[in-house]
Every structure is written in C-alpha cells, then in structure tokens.
C-alpha cells in the first residue's frame, strides 16, 4: 500500500423503518471481515427467481423464510435486482437500471441515491450486468433448522455490459448473498468468474450495505483497486472518496473462488479499544515520565454509560493506572488519559488497555510492546512497516525531553517503494519553536537501504533542555515515497507532523482525521553533547577529518606519547573501540565494522587524560 500526503420516504414501510431503525447502520467496519471461504453452487436446490429480462429488472417479493433484522428493522422478504443487489422489504427501488453512471466512475447508482426507496440494500456486485454467453439464472434457498436457518440468493452467470468504450471484462460471473437467522450476519460469497477474450481494463462497482439513506452513518462500502487482489479489499464507513470496488480480468484479478465478505451487526453495548497511544522505545531518563492514553470506540448501537479503563503495564516495569469515561455516543471515539508513570528499568514492557464488561468482552482489550533504552525515542514497536508515504517538504515526529540531551542522529525506515531508488532524502531536525537546528548529510537511496531503518548523523549533536524537539525526513520534490510507516487508527494528535518547504508552521496529521501513519521516525539521544564536547585549553587532541569515512587520524600534543591508550564510546556509552600501546603522538583509528553515528572518544595515558571530543562516524 502507498499513499501519499496532499500539501496541506413516504411508503408506510419506510415511515416504519425510519421510526424503528437506528440513526447510525448497526453493521459497521469492526464488525466486518474479508476471508477465504468456500462457494457452493446452490444447483436444483430452492427455487428460481424471474424477472422480466436479464438486463434492467426487479423481481416481485420473495420470502426469506425467516424474520431477518436488518438496522433495526425486521424482513421476512426482499426484492431482487438484476444489477447485482438486493432490497429489503417488499418494495422495489426508484429504478431498475440503478448502478454507476459509467464503467469508471462512482456518480449515480446505488450508494449516491437519497431517494426513500433506494433504502436498506445489500449490494453484493452493484454493476450494469446483463446476460453472457451463458443463460443467468437467479434462485433463492432457505435451509437449516430452528432457529438457524440460512437463506442464500445466488446470480449466476451474469456478465459485465459493455459501458461507453469500457469492454466487458467477464462472460459469465457467480456470486451469492447468505442472510443468517438470529446472529442476523450477512455474507456475500463470490464463485469462479470466466474472464472474457477482451483487453484487461479498470471498471468500478459498487459493494457494500446501505440503510435508510446515503449518508455517511448509513453506509458500509467495501474497497478494492482494480489490480488489487480481492483479499486486499477494506471496509470503510461512508461512500466512497477515490476507489469503489475495481475490477477487471487478467491483470486484474477475479476472486478467488470463496472469497466472503462477512458483516455482523453491532450489539447493543459493545466497546473496543481502538488504539493504544504509547511510545514503541522511550531513552531513560530524558523520555520519562510517560503519559499513556487510548482511543475508546462505542461499537455498539447504545450509548455507553461511566466505561472504566484500566492501564496495565507489565514487564521489565510494573504500573496500574485507572480512568472513566462518562459517556459515548454510538460510533463515537473518545480518548481516555491515564496519570503518568516512571518507569526505571530497562527491558521490554507490554501496555495493555482493558475496559469493563460489555456484550462482547472479546474486543475489550489492546496491546503495545515497548523498549526501554538509553537512547531511542520511536513511537513504532517491532512490527513491520504498513506502506509507504512521502511528501514534499519533511514529514516529522515530535518527541519530548526531561533534563537535557544531545540529538545525534535519526533512524528513519526507508521503504522498499521501487520509485524511491535513486532518489534523495536526508534527516531534518527543529526545535519546539520550529527553528531548524541541524540537518544530516544526503542519502541518495539504493536497494540496500530499503525495507530497514537508516541512520543518520546530525554533526552538531544539538542539545534540547526540557522541552520538545521535531525529527524527520526530508524530501526535496515528490513523485516518490520514501518512507515507512505502520498503521494507526485512529491516528493520535500530537505526534506526527508534516511541514512545507520554506514554511514556518506544522501541520498536524492526527488533527487531520484521516491519515492513519505511525511515522517510523527514531530519534537518537545521549548525555547533553556540551559534556563531551569541551574544549578546554589543556585539550591536547584534535582529529581529521571529523565527520570521517574509513579512517580518522588523530594527534595529541605530547612529547611522551609512550603508552598512550584511545578509548571510542557509543552514544549509550558502551566501550566500542580500545587501542593500547600507541606510543606515537600521531596514530590512526580504522572505522572497520563500526555502524555510521555519532561516538565519544577520549586518550589517555596511566597518568593523564590529554584530551576528548566527538566523531561522527559515516
């Protein structure tokens, strides 16, 4: 996936409905899945359902044989429509021919009506279909027994029509729409599609639920690129904004034979934790204390009432916190706050976020594995990156400070997109005020840097003193996308921001509310550089070339240089490099398998330290 961020009714039947139905579709995306199943063709089994032709048509009632919920109203029949989907109730839609105005694009049709007839349709493959090669047949099945019954209504062989210059893409497609008694779960399952001899091209449907109108709480949609396979398509609340559901043949595949696209209905109380906003790596002491917080979404179709939180935090530390959320509105999101915590030791902890009993405690709970180090900030954890994004100009995370810490350098994800080989990118670093402080030499991207983490040295090693810094990738002109990001949604405010080129201010992403990228942006912190980097008049050692390459020469201003001894500290102070025996006032450090980044280094003898200093190693 690769995305990229722009700069900055009057029938008594339906006065029914509309009285007992709910404001907001009672099927929704947490309740929606996409899974390989199997397809079943239904054969002889129930009985054929007629229409007047196989082009433009709606059927008389047919009976589900068994009372159906849908959005809060109940059906025991339904109205079939030759172009690929079904109305509940008795009576038909506003028109017969009721699918997209042309093969590519998403005006008219099912999803865009405000008509009171065109409401509570299921649209399984919402297209302009008619008959192929082969005859179509539609036929209705109830089977089981009790209270577990299943009516299944199947299209088959339907064909694609040809739509202004877009060629029909299949002769013959199958696919059915399965209505469950009593759980009330929809399915539509999709059989094995005969492409036609013609040119592969792009053409758009419609799939997806739709209740009393075409607003954004009424609709279920169902998305997929057209080259995309069809187990990549996602569920998204509201019409659509750029792709429907796009198909074609060849290079655009048809479904695998069983693909399902399952709904279940919200329950009546049903809270899930939707995100847990935490940082993937915190450096100690500069990034405590910590501050947790997590998004809380009312799935269900009442509103929810005084919703405990619980913070646990288990590990190498230990913390409980506890919060209450007075109220919730049905498919509202609220973010709860916990009181900050301290944690000492260094080690991995897990971040779990549990809310109190509800109808399905089965979603009541979410997790973030976090490290605590001595000198990474990252809000990613260990998964592997989601996509890809970039933008003209930087895209930034912002990170906060106790005490003071020299900013090294950044390790910044850079994708495995084919369009960013060869392109250039550096990292970028401002302070809370958006002054910029230090950059990074340029990366001109290879296949080897991608689809890991790639450091990179600022060489002033800026020094932040109780407060915030901006760190993050600079991209000098689009076209490409450079960097990794995991998904998070909702996405939180606060932490990822995007800045223009020349601009002065920070847009930020999660305030945006519809971005979902957790910026796999680190920031790589140390002791206050201003420790290591003084110079005093007694500092006896100078080095050259500082930012170095394969080798760093360094001389001490010493007329006994008899057992002088070099020792080179990382930037958790970690001893990396120790060369004894130097007896020579000039001497050579080879890089060797030293990592690119910023190191401390002093010399010394038994008797005297001659001098310390910082290199940047690249």
């Known amino acids: 996936m690769k995305r990229k961020f722009l700069p900055l009714m009057l029938s008594l039947l339906a006065i029914s409905a509309a009285e007992s139905a709910f404001s907001q579709l009672n099927y929704n995306t947490y309740g929606a899945t996409n899974v390989a199943g199997t397809y079943t063709d239904l054969g002889t089994a129930g009985t054929v359902i007629t229409t007047a032709n196989f082009d433009d048509a709606n059927s008389a009632p047919q009976n589900i044989g068994f009372t ?14 030759t172009n690929g989907f079904i109305k509940l109730g008795s009576s038909n839609p506003s028109a017969a021919n009721l699918f997209y105005a042309s093969a590519t694009t998403t005006t008219g049709g099912v999803f865009n009506s405000a008509l009171p007839a065109d409401a509570n349709i299921l649209c399984v493959f919402n297209h302009d279909l008619k008959a192929g090669t082969l005859t179509p047949e539609y036929r209705v099945s109830t089977t089981g027994t009790g209270t577990s019954h299943v009516c299944t209504i199947q299209y088959k062989n339907v064909h694609d029509s040809l739509n202004g210059t877009v060629a029909s893409q299949y002769d013959n497609m199958s696919f059915q729409i399965k209505l469950y008694e009593t759980t009330n779960v929809i399915e539509f399952v999709y059989g094995t599609w005969a ?37 990549t398509a996602t569920f998204s609340g509201g019409n659509y904004t750029g792709n429907a559901f796009n198909f074609g043949n060849g290079t655009r595949p048809a479904p695998d034979a069983g693909r399902t696209l399952r709904f279940t209905p919200a329950l009546l109380h049903d809270a899930t934790v939707a995100a847990v906003y935490t940082l993937g790596s915190i450096p100690k002491p500069w990034g405590v204390p910590q501050t947790d917080s997590a998004a809380v979404t009312n799935i269900g179709s009442d509103t929810l009432k005084n919703v405990t939180a619980t913070l646990t935090v288990t590990g190498a530390n230990t913390f409980t916190r506890n919060a209450t959320i007075p109220s919730i509105a049905p498919g509202a ?22 809310l109190g009993s509800d109808d399905n405690n089965g979603n009541n709970s979410a997790s973030y594995v976090q490290v605590i180090n001595t000198s990474v900030y990252s809000y990613a954890d260990a998964n592997a990156a989601g ?9 930034l995370a912002k990170y906060n400070v106790t005490g003071a810490a020299s900013v090294n350098g950044a390790n910044i994800f850079i994708s495995n997109s084919a369009g960013a080989i060869t392109k250039s990118v550096y990292a970028i670093l401002f302070d809370a005020a958006g002054n910029k402080l230090d950059s990074s030499s340029t990366l001109v991207i ?75 942006i ?27 390459g394969d080798v760093a020469t360094f001389t001490v201003k010493t007329t006994h240089p008899e057992e002088l001894i070099f020792n080179l500290y990382d930037v958790t102070g970690n001893l990396v490099r120790n060369i ?24 010394m003898d038994t008797k005297t330290v001659y001098g310390f200093g910082k290199l940047i190693v690249q």
Request: charged share 10%.
């Open 387 to 395: 996509g890809a994004v970039g933008a003209t100009g930087y895209l």
């Open 580 to 603: 004894q025996h130097i007896s020579t006032s000039e001497f050579k450090m080879e890089k060797g398998n030293l990592p690119a980044g910023v190191y401390f280094y002093n010399v």
């Open 195 to 231: 492409a036609s001899t013609n040119a592969s091209a792009f053409k758009a449907a419609a799939v997806g639920l739709k209740g009393l109108d075409n607003t954004t709480p009424q609709l279920l949609t169902v998305t997929k690129a057209s080259t995309k396979a069809w187990n």
């Open 522 to 548: 680190q920031a790589v912190v140390s002791v206050s550089s201003g420790i290591f980097e003084h110079v005093a008049e007694n500092n006896l050692v100078t080095e050259y070339p500082n930012p170095c």
């Open 333 to 354: 999101t609220m973010i709860v706050g916990f009181a900050s915590y301290s944690p000492a030791n260094a080690g991995t902890n897990t971040v779990t976020v549990t």
């Open 68 to 81: 159906f919920t849908y959005n809060g109203t109940a059906f025991t029949q339904f109205v079939l429509n």
């Open 446 to 520: 290879a296949a080897t840097d991608t689809a890991k983490y790639h450091s990179f040295v600022f060489p002033k090693g800026p020094t932040i003193t109780n407060g915030a810094f901006y760190v993050g990738i600079a991209q000098p002109v689009t076209g490409y996308f450079p960097l990794g990001f995991q998904n998070e949604m909702p996405l939180r405010q606060g932490a990822f921001f995007i800045r223009t080129l020349g601009g002065t201010t920070f847009g930020d992403l999660g305030a945006a509310g519809n971005y979902t990228y957790r910026l796999m």
